[in-house]
């Protein structure tokens, strides 16, 4: 089944403790991306990768890193975790970055306390 | 920077009535206009898209317009269902320099059996 994998689904955390979110597809998409969601604030895209070795910042990049190692896997690191990071982070990849369908994974909600 | 402004925050219409939710966007070269539903507990799904040298598109009971000129594109639903109610988001891409995503802050539409 072609689908998008996050884990964990659900994570609390403490303030500073480094965490990591993995992603995966298995479709072979080029496009992969990070957003968090936030109430009142829709959908903001954190990071993306157009392909393996190339990621750039979305709108929202502060207090996040991201690797793109192989085509399949895009693991969002939050080095310092802090309570503003807390969100609902979903993971989505397309076939490339040209105005493709993205597929959304099922979110990481993540509580830093 | 770019921005996708979406209107109405909520929604609720009659069953069988029709739903029309709308977005603005600023940036000119944006060029494809996705619409996503997002059902609760889960990740957003594209349900219609449009590019920039189209005006309208359909689908069974949703259409999507689109006015280049004004920077303005809806999503109308007619004979609204109550597997509809669901939240709405609006995105617009460039897919050329940066590759971004921006999404609409959402729509909540409730149909009311």
């Known amino acids: 089944e072609a689908q998008v994998t996050q884990n964990p689904r659900y994570l609390i955390t403490v303030t500073g403790k480094k965490l990591t979110v993995t992603c995966s597809q298995n479709?072979?998409?080029?496009?992969m991306s990070w957003y968090r969601q936030d109430p009142g604030l829709g959908l903001r895209q954190i990071y993306y990768s157009m392909n393996v070795e190339v990621t750039d910042k979305g709108d929202v990049p502060e207090g996040y890193k991201v690797s793109r190692k192989e085509k399949r896997n895009f693991p969002l690191i939050l080095e310092s975790p802090s309570p503003n990071q807390t969100s609902l982070y979903f993971c989505?990849?397309?076939?490339?970055?040209?105005?493709?369908?993205?597929?959304f994974g099922p979110g990481t909600r993540l509580t830093v306390t | 920077g770019e921005n996708v402004e979406q209107h109405p925050s909520t929604l609720s219409v009659q069953e069988g009535d029709s739903a029309v939710i709308k977005c603005t966007y600023s940036d000119s070269a944006s060029n494809y206009f996705p619409w996503y539903k997002q059902e609760l507990g889960k990740g957003p799904q594209l349900i219609i898209d449009?590019?920039?040298?189209?005006g309208e598109k359909k689908d069974q009971r949703i259409a999507v317009t689109l006015n280049k000129t004004a920077k303005h594109f809806s999503l109308h639903i007619t004979e609204t269902q109550p597997e509809d109610s669901a939240v709405y988001f609006c995105a617009a891409s460039t897919p050329s320099g940066t590759y971004k995503y921006i999404f609409g802050t959402g729509t909540r539409l409730k149909v009311l059996a």
């Open positions: 479709m072979n998409h080029e496009y």
């Open positions: 449009i590019r920039s040298n189209v």
């Open positions: 989505a990849s397309s076939l490339s970055g040209r105005v493709y369908e993205q597929y």
